[in-house]
């Protein structure tokens, strides 16, 4: 069953800056980070597994196609992504406490 979705451009902004482009931004990074942990390792990526490659394999996109849209949609994709870096900030923090509790 498919239902028709109507919404605006700014609602499409916001909902795709949130399901889609913060999801990009975070695989991106990741590979980014990854690839500087291990450069000059001998194990590193031998090491991954599924859960790796599954996650990174959104960052194999096309860059030209998304560095415009990382730029036409910057805003929102701007709000998405300081409040991801809050719940990190905060992840972290429970880490660094040892707070077994208040971690899931």
Same mark, same amino acid.
């Given at each position: /069953? #498919?239902? !028709?979705? @109507?919404?605006?451009?700014?609602? +499409?902004?916001?909902? %795709?800056?949130? $399901?889609? +482009?913060?999801? +990009?931004?975070?695989?991106?990074? =990741? %590979?980014?980070?990854?690839? @500087?942990?291990?450069?000059?390792? #001998? %194990?590193? /990526? !031998?090491?991954?597994?599924?859960?790796?490659?599954? $996650?990174? !394999?959104?960052? #194999? #996109?096309?860059?030209? /196609?998304?560095?415009? $849209?990382? =730029?036409?949609?910057?805003?929102?994709?701007?709000?998405?992504?300081?409040? &991801?870096?809050? %719940?990190?900030?905060?992840?972290?923090?429970?880490?660094?406490? !040892?707070? @077994?509790?208040? =971690? &899931?």
């Amino acid at each position: /069953m #498919s239902a !028709r979705l @109507e919404i605006t451009a700014p609602e +499409h902004d916001k909902a %795709v800056a949130q $399901i889609s +482009h913060l999801l +990009h931004i975070i695989a991106a990074g =990741l %590979v980014n980070q990854t690839e @500087e942990t291990f450069k000059g390792a #001998s %194990v590193g /990526m !031998r090491l991954a597994a599924g859960g790796f490659k599954s $996650i990174t !394999r959104i960052a #194999s #996109s096309d860059p030209t /196609m998304w560095n415009q $849209i990382l =730029l036409t949609n910057s805003a929102d994709i701007f709000q998405q992504l300081a409040k &991801y870096q809050q %719940v990190l900030d905060q992840l972290a923090q429970k880490i660094k406490d !040892r707070d @077994e509790a208040a =971690l &899931y």
